[in-house]
């Protein structure tokens, strides 16, 4: 390496550093690292200290606290999973999810983005019930830091005309989250509150579970299988008309008891805000005919 390394290569040089498990010493001769600067050359790099601590003492400093600084961040986001694990387990998963997806990104927000579908394939105990865990959590955090988007109000719903139907789409709010689970996720989540913990068995349920943001605070509400495919198809943008007849088409349909029933649930859901407002359905909109 060459003293007059640009600040680039310095950069994922120390990047290199810092990310590598183990001691300093072999992080320095880690792969990366040793190929922008050869561990010899570390003090050409990074200047002793004035109270006398060495260049490798300096960067032991930050690689030392890379991992404990990842395991906060990821653990407030999944408290509940790594309440499920115990320390041990919780921190060999997120030493094995460094190593795949170390941080690439501004915000440590986006740190745990891709741990539920890693848990799914890591080897812990109850690894579907942890997916399933992880999934949820995953989604409250996604609501809480979603932008803040207006509620489309219940008067707006009223006002549909059957003419409307064909054409219109409920746009979903950007604080919304749909999950389809196999287990009693949110029963175990729950459990965390309070001083006492009382946890529930791990046991399956399918569920599903809808995730949202009311005046500022994340909310779940599980729903019916229909009334779930129905907003499903909603919030892939579906015309209502559309996405109304394959509900009443689909199996177990008598649950929605018609239209009439449909229509209750919009405005259930529209009081807990998950549409921000009505939109055409580009392509469906009727032309003119030319005088």
Request: proline share 7%.
């Amino acid at each position: 390496m060459a003293p007059e390394l640009a600040l680039g290569g310095l950069q994922r040089w120390l990047q290199a550093v810092i990310e590598a498990p183990g001691s300093v010493k072999a992080a320095l001769r880690s792969r990366e690292a040793a190929r922008l600067v050869r561990p010899e050359r570390t003090r050409d790099v990074v200047r002793p200290s004035h109270r006398g601590l060495r260049a490798a003492d300096r960067l032991a400093i930050y690689q030392g606290m890379y991992l404990p600084r990842m395991m906060e961040a990821l653990e407030s986001d999944y408290e509940a999973l790594a309440h499920f694990l115990g320390p041990n387990a919780w921190t060999r998963l997120v030493r094995s999810y460094l190593t795949a997806h170390p941080s690439r990104s501004y915000t440590l927000n986006e740190l745990g983005r891709r741990l539920p579908e890693f848990v799914r394939r890591a080897r812990v105990p109850h690894a579907p019930f942890c997916h399933d865990l992880a999934r949820l959590e995953r989604a409250v955090a996604e609501v809480f830091d979603a932008p803040e988007t207006s509620a489309l109000a219940e008067k707006d719903l009223a006002s549909l005309r059957p003419r409307d139907l064909e054409r219109l789409r409920l746009v979903p709010a950007a604080a919304l989250r749909l999950l389809k689970l196999d287990h009693d996720a949110g029963a175990w989540l729950d459990s965390l509150r309070g001083d006492e913990h009382d946890h529930p068995p791990v046991r399956r349920r399918r569920t599903r579970v809808v995730v949202y943001r009311r005046r500022y605070g994340v909310k779940r509400r599980e729903q019916g299988e229909a009334a779930f495919a129905l907003l499903e198809d909603l919030v892939a943008g579906a015309p209502i008309g559309r996405a109304l007849a394959r509900a009443l088409a689909r199996r177990g349909a008598a649950r929605l008891a018609g239209p009439e029933a449909a229509f209750r649930l919009f405005r259930e859901w529209a009081a807990m805000g998950l549409f921000q407002g009505r939109a055409s359905t580009p392509g469906l909109t009727r032309r003119r005919p030319r005088s």
